[in-house]
């Protein structure tokens, strides 16, 4: 099996800038509450024309740079999204397409907030068979798209942005170890009711306001902290290293209530753990690569470190992981 490593990150949300204040005046909330119940101080929104595959070609070109790779040499695109350009093709085509990666396989994958991660191990299992050496694994959402406006209890947790990661062979093992996990029993907690062939877009599901994200967020926040933190344990066992030796810890940016559970139950200092949740809110399959690449960026990683990464979303799905940099 070849060793399997991360070759660069990079990562792009919009200008565009939205934060509790503004949400005081779409709905009945207060820039008190939405920063003690979740950590988030603003968010990005997307304008009208920019959907998902802008934001990941952006972030994709910066991983494909600071990788010092061309993307006619890239072998696979696999995006994770809930919220793609169209049905169908595939955002991964189409971001295919405008990089010019024409050697390369293209397809989305839908697991909720989990997408980025459950890419990063199918493209890690590909390169270590030999069938591909470099994939473009990326996380990209334009959450604004399915979020009602209406429904205070959503609409002020998500984001837009977009993560990306090359991962190729190399000779020293980079990814230690990734642990995924999936309960469906609960999927009715964090869905999206219509427009799929269950229910069919219709004047009737516009009218119902069906289109957009409903969740009952305090279930959620029980499971998300249990899975994070059981997968998590999986992943430091699995990578046979200890939780002490763990340089940063980044999980899954939807509230900071739920990383501070999780980061307990963990015993990891908080020092040690990368936030960015107060500038992007959840920006569900996008969150963790965004908050990689931030802190590659700015000097919180250095070569060498271990990184503990856990995500959790609709599905349900989760995933922990450990990378040494
Ligand atoms: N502003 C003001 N009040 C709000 C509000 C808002 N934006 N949203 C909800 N409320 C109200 C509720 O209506 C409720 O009022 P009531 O007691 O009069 O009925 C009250 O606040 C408490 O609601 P509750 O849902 O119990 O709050 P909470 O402390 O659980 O926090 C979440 C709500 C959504 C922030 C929290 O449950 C959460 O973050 N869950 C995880 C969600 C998540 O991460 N989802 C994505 C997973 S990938």
Redesign the pocket.
Known sequence: MSPVRILGTGSSAPERILTNFD?EKI????DE??RT??GIVERRIADPDIATSDMAYEASLRALEAASVNSIDVDGVILGTVTPDYFFPSTACLLQSRLGAKKAFAFDLSA??SGFVYGLQLGKAMIESGEARIILVVGAETMTRIMDFKD??????FGDGAGAALIGKSDMSGILSLCLGANGDDWEL?HMPAGGSRIPPSEETVRNRLHYIK?K??D??KE?VKAMESASIEAIRKADITTEEIDLFIP?Q??L??MEAVRKRLDIPPKKVFINVDRYG?T?SASVPIALDEAVRSGRVERGDLILFSV???GFTWASGIIRW
Do not use: E, K, Q
């Open positions: 949400f709905v009945d909330t207060s509450w939405i119940r979740t909720g907030c205070r209890a959503t609409c002020v947790l964090l969740m967020g305090n959620i926040f998300a899954h939807a509230n209530r739920i959840n569900s959790f979303g609709a």
